[in-house]
């Protein structure tokens, strides 16, 4: 069975991490986020794996490789024009058709067990199959509204306030009531390619699947439990990168080559490599890029740091968020 893993996109609400990498190419605790999702499929015998590829290519092949690190085999396909979601298996349909294959959304760490959604799969004999989770959080993500076991329709956010932040840390629902929520891992029948247009950009959720759905097909909904977060912004990247290390019982990751004055606090935090904390200076709930330095007495909490140097004169994406320069820092704060 061969997989596709969609990592083709331009990560705007996670900038300036993204300012010299593409958004699946991010480091989390060290593995770039596209080999966490590598190394989920070929945990369930997935080895022959699609990768596409629009935004900084270079930057996600750079961190995979050919793939053999993280237990696959990989082949890359170049979008000239960035095609959605669904327009990115119309690009790679001669790598996928013919057989059953399964799609991942790039931006994931999970341990949803494949396998029982692909029990679902051939037990519905449906046309794709989606994984669906409980949304306890109410984050923004799309409501699917299901019946019978099959997806009927799209819908739009849930209408709770509550902070968007990692899904599996937040219970102030109860679980059965929450909406459902597309995780980004799909099942699909090469037969979806009857309803995918050629050569234009399209998204699986907004034309294919409610065309599909429209004309008689059946888009089984697969419930699953398990551990599952998307990284898209800058608060969720280090929410959830404190819980993946919450889990090992730590509160700090340390790139490569850190220097840390011993007068120097550093809690809660995520450093990349080759980062500087001066003598006296306290570093608590933040993200420091690559070669940062923070300066001797400098606070830094609840902020996304990287060097000034690597956004000067750069005109922010639309979706990015307001930061500033700070000496030799740009300076993102994530307080609410």
């Keep these: 069975m061969k997989a596709m893993i969609l990592a083709a996109g331009y990560g705007e609400r996670l900038w300036p991490l993204t300012a010299d990498r593409t958004k699946p190419a991010l480091p989390v605790l060290?593995?770039?986020l596209v080999g966490y999702v590598a190394e989920y499929l070929s945990k369930f015998g997935i080895k022959d794996v699609v990768v596409n590829l629009h935004h900084q290519p270079e930057s996600v092949q750079r961190s995979l490789g050919d793939g053999s690190r993280f237990g696959v085999a990989l082949q890359y396909i170049?979008?000239?024009?960035?095609?959605?979601?669904?327009?990115?298996?119309?690009?790679?349909?001669n790598l996928l058709q013919g057989d059953t294959f399964v799609v991942v959304n790039g931006k994931i760490v999970t341990d949803i067990d494949l396998r029982a959604a692909l029990e679902t799969h051939?037990?519905?004999?449906?046309?794709?199959?989606?994984?669906?989770?409980?949304?306890?959080?109410?984050?923004?993500?799309?409501?699917?509204?299901?019946?019978?076991?099959?997806?009927?329709?799209?819908?739009?956010?849930?209408?709770?306030?509550d902070v968007d932040g990692p899904s599996n840390d937040k219970l102030k629902f109860v679980g059965h009531n929450?909406?459902?929520?597309?995780?980004?891992?799909?099942?699909?029948?090469?037969?979806?390619?009857?309803?995918?247009?050629?050569?234009?950009?399209?998204?699986?959720?907004?034309?294919?699947?409610?065309?599909?759905?429209?004309?008689?097909?059946?888009?089984?909904?697969?419930?699953?439990?398990?551990?599952?977060?998307?990284?898209?912004?800058?608060?969720?990247?280090?929410?959830?990168?404190?819980?993946?290390?919450r889990a090992e019982d730590r509160d700090t990751y340390m790139g490569r080559n850190p220097l840390i004055d011993a007068a120097a606090e550093v809690h809660d935090?995520?450093?990349?490599?080759?980062?500087?904390?001066?003598r006296g200076a306290s570093v608590r709930r933040a993200v420091l890029g690559d070669a940062v330095r923070i300066p001797a007495g400098d606070r830094i909490k609840d902020s996304i740091v990287v060097r000034a140097d690597l956004v000067a004169g750069v005109t922010p994406p639309a979706r990015a968020s307001k930061g500033e320069t700070k000496g030799e820092n740009f300076v993102v704060s994530l307080s609410r």
């Excluded at 980004?184 to 699986?204: A, K, M, N, T």
């Design 30 to 32: 060290g593995k770039p």
């Design 78 to 93: 170049y979008e000239p024009a960035i095609l959605g979601t669904s327009g990115a298996l119309d690009n790679a349909r």
């Design 122 to 161: 051939r037990r519905t004999k449906a046309l794709a199959t989606l994984v669906l989770q409980r949304n306890v959080a109410r984050a923004r993500f799309s409501i699917v509204e299901t019946e019978g076991g099959f997806v009927k329709r799209f819908g739009g956010m849930p209408s709770s306030n």
């Design 178 to 245: 929450a909406p459902l929520m597309f995780t980004g891992i799909q099942v699909l029948e090469s037969r979806i390619f009857d309803y995918i247009p050629r050569g234009v950009f399209s998204h699986s959720t907004v034309e294919v699947y409610p065309e599909a759905i429209a004309k008689g097909e059946l888009i089984a909904a697969h419930v699953a439990e398990g551990r599952w977060y998307e990284l898209s912004t800058l608060p969720r990247y280090l929410d959830i990168s404190l819980a993946l290390l």
């Design 269 to 278: 935090s995520i450093l990349w490599d080759d980062v500087i904390v001066e």
